[in-house]
């Protein structure tokens, strides 16, 4: 295994470490330096003693806009393999994939200001976290192309783990987009503490890492007991979860832009009708994901003996049984290209994918 | 060195560490000394500076960063840049709005003329 | 004895790749500390930036010379330290015994040194925030020290739209008022003995902590575990007690030797 014979749901995985051990450590001084603020009265925080508020802000932000990228660039990297795999297609751009992770994860490091633009941080430094914020735009984008340039020309196969991986470039992508929006000085002033954030941030975490997730759940969950799922069911809870996600949160960003601001129990009768829609999506989510869950656990007892490799992927880890056994492998597979989906070939009296004749014959280039 | 074969390891010889630890000693009275020496703001600087040639001297001998496998320097440098990155930053906003505090709203952090 | 093959894990192909990854393992756990140092020393720069003249005024009850007889008191530890791993490298074991146990030993003299410190400013009342209480009068603040710069002052109203207050919100203005009159004493002097408090107390946590690790190693080392075909564990922990002596190299000159 070299690093680039990895596959790159492990570079995002990478990108992650580097955030978790670079930001990690902040977030313990910073609640450190919280404990001594209450406990002994240190004041680093507190105005009445001299300190400053705002270095507060300085400290979590450090840590927490980093964390939202330990969030999303695992996700990243399931869609990456999700997308290969069913679109039977070698990855499009493998190296600026990975190099967009680790991109990522450094320029992560750049951004925190941007969540405190209204804080009472100078306009010169809001200006500068502005326009850097603009560039995690671009290893963002860069990701997203290539997704969909795998997709051109591929056989997309609708199974319910591309269902998700679907949904996850659709949501992602609004609420990429509507990260630009916030990330502007000018309209992050109107928007900010308003129903615009919880929106965006929703779309992007929810829509973009625990869609992802229930994506890689379903992808690996033959591997991981043995047993495919329903099929028809898996989507109908894959495509009530993406209808009721956006019912619940596209109601969002309107009432926002109109004004609503978070955090209130209350509000105008004006934005009554978009709670209602909210609330009416949040209940078809909910449905969505008891179906995804009811169909998994199902699995378990009724479902179909999942072949070593349903889906067609190239991974190393579709070499083995399903479920592998105890190290994995009986013997050492040798690691080639992991999106070499070509030499895998559907045959029926396995029900899953073997590899091409030729390809065995000749051995793993 | 080891019956297994382990030419891997480099052992600092004693002279080095002896010339580093009396360096040390040496950079210590000198950052103190420095203090009687009024430069100004640059006073900071070379105490900085003296600090940093000590710190190289710890790390490249004492912690054989010298003999090390490159990728930990890396490691180790790349946790100082982002230091400075989070020092950099969070210096150049608190000392850009300082200016615009209120006295009174915030006693502490205004200064009063 | 043990022999090199003991130690090496079934996962690792050869003890060169075994050791590597630990010292590379070690020192991305070295990094991690450098960060938590750094929020520290972040806020130093911010409230030394923004303040100059608390820490120029404060900085005079430290005692340089205890500090620096600390600053050698580490240095020397560390010098023993390398000088151990050195030891373990060439299978020195009665010499490795020795200079953990001298390690070890300047770790309780920096300790005490500390601890003596610390009790001068508890007697004196220069503690953190809201435990500053100084016992000395104003007759006693050294003569020498400059008045406190009058730091920029902009009138509210060009810079913002907020209306200055008529009368400061209550709870916050207590200090601006007492500690002004005093003249030769900055506001929020306070805030030097926090940062000083938090610096210095989280190293020495460390150097708790490295003191432990090393009381492991020599108890080990005593048994004869240490030898040229395995002796990483010294390695490491002396990895970590350098960073410990590192830090304080920066904490001196910050803390006790402002100009």
Known sequence: ?365 | MGEHGESFVHVVPLRVLVGVWLSLLVLTIVTVGATWVDLGSFNLWLAMAIATLKASLVVLYFMHMRYDHPFNAIVFIGALLFVMLFVGLALLDTRAYQPELIPGYAPGMGGKP | MHSAESHVAHHFPNAKSQVEAGKLGMWIFLATEILLFGGLFCAYAVYRANHPEIFIYAHRYLDKVLGGINTAVLIFSSFTMAWAVRAAQLSQQKSLVRLLSVTILCGFVFLGIKVVEYEHKWKEGLLWGKRYKPVHSEGETPKDVPPPKPLQWVNPEERSTLPPPAEPPKGLAAHASTSHEAGVVPQNVQLFFSVYFLMTGLHGLHVIGGMAVLAWMLVRARRGEFSAAYFTPVDLAGLYWHLVDLIWIYLFPLLYLIH
């Open chain 1, 1 to 365: 295994m070299t690093w680039f014979k990895m596959p790159l749901f492990l570079w995002g995985l990478y990108g992650t470490a580097i955030i978790q051990i670079l930001a990690t450590p902040v977030l313990g001084i910073t609640l450190l330096l919280l404990i001594a603020e209450r406990t002994l009265g240190v004041g680093i925080f507190d105005p009445a003693l001299g300190g400053d508020p705002v270095l507060f802000q300085h400290f979590f932000w450090f840590y927490s806009h980093p964390a939202v990228y330990i969030m999303i660039l695992p996700a990243m990297g399931v869609i990456s393999e999700l997308v290969s795999a069913f679109s039977h297609r070698h990855i499009f751009g493998y190296r600026f994939i990975a190099m967009s992770s680790i991109a990522i994860a450094v320029i992560s490091f750049l951004v925190w200001g941007h969540h405190m633009f209204v804080s009472g941080q100078s306009n010169l430094a809001s200006l500068i976290f502005s326009v850097l914020t603009f560039l995690v735009a671009i290893p963002s984008a860069v990701k997203v192309f290539n997704w969909v340039a795998t997709m051109y020309k591929g056989e997309v196969e609708l199974a319910t783990p591309m269902v998700y991986a679907l949904s996850f470039l659709f949501l992602f992508g609004i609420g990429g987009l509507t990260g630009l929006f916030l990330g502007a000085l000018a309209t992050d002033v109107h928007l900010t503490d308003t129903y615009f954030v919880v929106a965006h941030f929703h779309y992007t975490m929810f829509g973009g890492t625990a869609i992802a997730f229930f994506g890689g759940l379903f992808y690996w969950w033959p591997k991981m007991f043995g047993r495919m799922y329903n099929e028809t069911w898996a989507r109908i809870g894959a495509f009530l979860v993406f209808i009721g996600f956006n019912t619940t949160f596209l109601a969002q960003f309107i009432m926002g832009a109109h004004g609503m601001p978070r955090r209130y129990y209350n509000y105008l009768p004006e934005f009554a009708p978009y709670h209602k829609v909210s609330t009416i999506g949040a209940f078809i989510l909910a449905i969505g994901f008891v179906i995804a869950a009811g169909t998994l656990l199902h699995s378990l007892v009724a479902g179909a003996p999942a072949p070593a490799n349903p889906w067609g992927a190239a991974t190393l880890e579709w070499q083995t049984t399903s479920p592998p056994p105890h190290e994995n492998f009986h013997t050492q597979p040798v690691p080639g290209d992991p999106y070499d989906v070509d030499r895998w070939v559907f045959d029926p009296s396995a029900g899953g994918y073997v590899l091409a004749p030729a390809a065995a014959a000749g051995g793993q280039a």
